[in-house]
Each structure stands twice: as structure tokens, then as C-alpha cells.
């Protein structure tokens, strides 16, 4: 049972071997090969660890890994399919520490030297190497002979266990066999053989998102002026602009999250950029970004990944670097507040809680009721699957948005729509596109003044009459489009140039005045007509009537006053009047 056991701990120690940090990969989803051979890991049940697979073959590993001061990181999670190392590591050191208690012998050096010590090597392939300190040890002798003995002969165990030395620093490489060694130094000329090269798993993501907490239901949103809050219920999000975000990141790095005409990882890089400015070379801002680093729920760990949204603050170069750090710190969450809004809750979280931004540390945006809060790297394991975040790609598939038309007129149903990204109608058959080009004699629109967009694509922050045939969800999907010309943005038909509708976003306000209108269906009739609250809804259209004379030398006819259509004096048609004055034919009329 100990020989197993001291066998495990060997291969475990060995496949952690393969990981980086600071300036090297971020935390995240690996496959892992050596430099001399050129072979992969594969984690197995049995072994625990391989160092022949070819790529196709190799495991796709889970690592993180926290940083140290001098710029080295200490491995604290490596998972995969064929198992999790770090838990297997924890139960082998305290198997290892009872056998040494037992025997009255000391234990205190265990922690350090199973601690991997993770370093860049320098080299422009990115590789790592991974090193175990083992500490000056009195009587190294008998406690590494009572270990040999219970190893009982495993030459896996007493190669590692013989080639331990105290008070020095041991790289994990592979042997010429193929299997893992450790050594003093590089066992090749170049020392290819102690090099790694992590190779990023994790896809890069360039479109449109859902993102909510990971044990929560409501989804992040733009529903409130200047703020993203966690209140858009399931289901809900589904006809929510302000809840699609668009999304691209690259290695982890987040370039874009925006939504509804807010771009948060606009602010970091404002942050960034201010940061760097100040500080100089005092701190290497190229390390400091929001990044989307993966992790996994307990329940489906090797197979859909959840995330932390982090932001990383590199180390500063000396002390009189880390004196100008508070200024430097103040002005930035200046710069940042400045492009989200003072009101932002990211922006006051951030203010609030600027203690937490340290050099040389990570924060975590974590979901916190209806709001969202940081913490810092220690608080991570704290919280748990608290801190983690549910990132859903629309697809259109199982994941999609859609229109959801309300008032019914005509036997179709209707609603407006005002997004800050274009769209395609996914089925034009059941769902039509209108602007308004001109209002009517009167200087309103009603149902007549619809004109077809003439497009399937929405342009983006296009503000639309949606027509659409039924209320099934299904039926009135609209699928966001990612932006590929420099304009960023579909091209625009000549009615959206034309179009007289405009749009307000959640995050805005669009006050009400005497000539602001609204969709309105009611009574049989759809027209634009005056609001019943103080402001726009978010992400709705609404026009600017044009108040005329009611003398009727100010009535112009137009093709339609001259076939006997009656207009109440707002401008909507009336097919029945009562008794009252109207305009028929261009002219003022009593019945």
C-alpha cells in the first residue's frame, strides 16, 4: 500500500510539471508536452500519469496557479478527465505524513517540497519550467532510507526519492525512456528536456452571450441607467437587449464586453492605459487585464466550463514604483468612472473597494444578490461556486433572443425594438421590419406611415417597428450579427437612413416632452401617440411629432387626404367618427 502510494506521489508530483505563470499562459485549459520529445501527458486511472501520448491522445488539463512576489507561481489545481492531481496530491502528503509521525520522525519540510515552483524559462516558445525546493534537512539520510524501504524497491519511488538533495532546487523533465526525472540541472545540452509548452485549449470567443452567476437564475442586464444589475429572471433575458452582451476574447483576455452602448472592458483599458502612463516603467501594465478565466462546477468538472471574471494587477518594479501606486491608483478608477458613469455599480464597487486593488494581486467580480462585488484572491476559495460565472453563447438553438411582440392590430402583433448590435430576422416569412420615413398631414404616424425596412439585417442602433404573426417565442427569433466591416456595422437600407423612429437604451434616459411618441395599440387602431410616464422605455423606439396650425391653410393634402380618409385632428385614421371635428380630404369637417 505505501509502495503504491510513494509511486503516485512521484507520477502526481511529475504531471504538475507542466504548467506557467506571471508573464507566461494565464490559469486555464492545457494540453501540456515536453520540449525535447515532443510527447504530451495523458493522466490515466491506473499510472496516473503518461509522457508518450501524441496531441489527438494527450489530456486537456485544468491548472491554476497563484502568483508569488519574485514572479514565479505555485501550482493549486490541475484536473482532467482521468483525474484531479491536486486532491490526489493532498491525500498522498498526509498518507506520507503519517507514515514519518509514526516513526517520530519530522514532517514541517513536507509542505515546501511539494510546492511547484512554476518559472518562465525566458525562451520566445513561451515554455515553463517546474521546480521543487527541497530545504535543508537534518538526518536526510534516515528519513529518505524510510521512505526506500516502504517505496520496497519501486524505481519510480527510488529515483525520485534518491535523487532528492536538500537545500536545493530540482527541475521535473523527462528521461531519455520517456518516463518523468528530476534533476539539478538540465540533463541535455540545451536543456530541452525540463521545458514545457502549455498550449491553450480554451476557444477563443467572438460573439454574442448570456451571462449570469453560476448558482443564481437572473442574468446580468443593462435594465437600469448607467448599471448591470442580476435581475433578469430566467426566461426574461430571452427579449432583454441589455442583457446581450457582446463578447470577444482572445487567450483569456477580455477586448470587448458590451452591451446596450456600454463597454466595461472599455474602462478597464482605460484604467490600464491611465495606470500605465503614471506608473511607466515602474510596472509592466501589459499584465494588468480583465481576463475570463475557466474553472468548473464539482458536478460536470470535465465537461462544461463555468468562469471568474478577473482583473490582474502586475507587481511594481521597486519601492519607489510602489510610492506613486495610490496616485497613480485614484487617477485611474477616475478614468475608469469616467467612461462607465459615476453611477455604474461597477464603477462604485470599484471606488468603494479600491483597498483591494494591490499590486502583484488578482480581484474577482462575483455576483452579490442584484448587484455586482469584488473580492480578492483569498476570498476565491472562500466563496466557492459563489464567485464562479455561467457564460451561454447564443446559438439560436437552445440559446437564443427574440422579439416579444405584446399589442395585437390587424391580426399581427407588434412591439419596437432598440438594440446597440444589428440583427438578422431569422424568419422574415413571420416577422417584418418597419421604420418610419414621414409623418402624416398632421405631423404624427399611425399604422399607414410604416414603411418596410427592405432588409433581413437590423442595422445596428436602428430603432424598428417589429410586425410579427404569433407570440411563439420560436417563431420570432432574431439572431445577433457580429460586426466584420470597419464601420462596424451590416449595411444600411435607404429607408434606415430615412427613418424618422429613434431609440433609447437602459442605460439612458430619454425624457418626455409634449411632442414625444410612442407606440401605442388600442380601440382598434395603432398609432404613435403621447406616453403615460415621465421617460422612453429602455431599448423602445419613439418619434418626435411635428405640432402644426389647425388652420386649415396649414393642412396639406397628401395622396391619402384625398380619398376620402378621415383623420381625427392627432393624425389617426378613424373609420367610424362620431360626433366632432375631423380633416377629410385636407380639409376641417364637422359631423
Known sequence: MKKTLLVAVLTVMTMMSTSAFAALPQPGIYKIKNVYSGTYVKLQHSQLADITADQENASVLYTWYTNKPNGEGLMTELSGDGGDMMETLDFIKGLIEELLEYNEKPTWFLTEMFQLHLVSTGDADG???????????????????????????????????????????????????????????????????IKWIMENEMNDIDGYAYIKGLEGTSYAAMNLADAVQLNAADGTHTFNPGAVYRLNVTTEVVNQLRTQGVDAAEAIAAFVQSIASLMGEGMDASQCALTLRPTYTSEDKFSYPAYFWALSIPAVANEDAATQWETAKATALATLTAVLGSNHNISQVLNEKADLLVPNTTIYFVPDGENVDIISEADRMTYGDAAKWMV?????????????????????????????????????????????????????????????????????????????????????????????????????????????????????????????????????????????????????????????????????????????????????????????????NGKKVVF
Open 392 to 584: 451561454e453563447i447564443i446559438d439560436n438553438e437552445q440559446v437564443y433572443f427574440a422579439a416579444n411582440p405584446t399589442g395585437e392590430f390587424n391580426g399581427k402583433y407588434y412591439t419596437t425594438l432598440y438594440t446597440d448590435f444589428a440583427y438578422e430576422i431569422a424568419n422574415p416569412d413571420k416577422v417584418k421590419a418597419y421604420v418610419v420615413t414621414e409623418l402624416n398631414s398632421q405631423g404624427e404616424a399611425t399604422s399607414d406611415q410604416l414603411v418596410a425596412l427592405g432588409a433581413d439585417i437590423v442595422p445596428a442602433s436602428t430603432a424598428v417597428v417589429l410586425e410579427c404573426s404569433t407570440q411563439t417565442t420560436t417563431d420570432n427569433v432574431l439572431m445577433p450579427v457580429v460586426e466584420a466591416n470597419p464601420t462596424g456595422m451590416p449595411m444600411r437600407s435607404n429607408a434606415a437612413d430615412n427613418n424618422l423612429l429613434q431609440g433609447v437604451f437602459f442605460n439612458e434616459q430619454q425624457t418626455v416632452d409634449a411632442d414625444t411618441r410612442v407606440l401605442t395599440i388600442g380601440n382598434g387602431l395603432m398609432t404613435f401617440a403621447a406616453p403615460t410616464g415621465d421617460y422612453v422605455d429602455g431599448n423602445t423606439a419613439w418619434l418626435t411629432a411635428e405640432p402644426i396650425s389647425t388652420g386649415i391653410k396649414d393642412v396639406k393634402a397628401t395622396t391619402d387626404t384625398q380619398n376620402d380618409v378621415i383623420y381625427d385632428l392627432t393624425g389617426r385614421r378613424v373609420v367610424n367618427p362620431g360626433h366632432g371635428i375631423y380633416i377629410l
Open 127 to 193: 515554455s515553463v519550467y517546474l521546480c521543487v525546493d527541497v530545504p535543508a534537512i537534518e538526518n536526510w539520510e534516515e528519513i529518505r532510507d524510510l521512505i526506500l524501504e516502504a517505496a520496497n524497491g519501486q524505481a519510480a519511488v527510488t529515483y525520485y526519492i534518491s535523487h532528492m538533495v536538500p537545500g536545493n532546487r530540482h527541475y521535473m523533465g523527462i528521461d531519455y525512456d520517456g518516463s518523468f526525472g528530476y534533476r539539478l540541472q538540465a540533463g541535455t545540452p540545451e536543456g530541452t528536456d
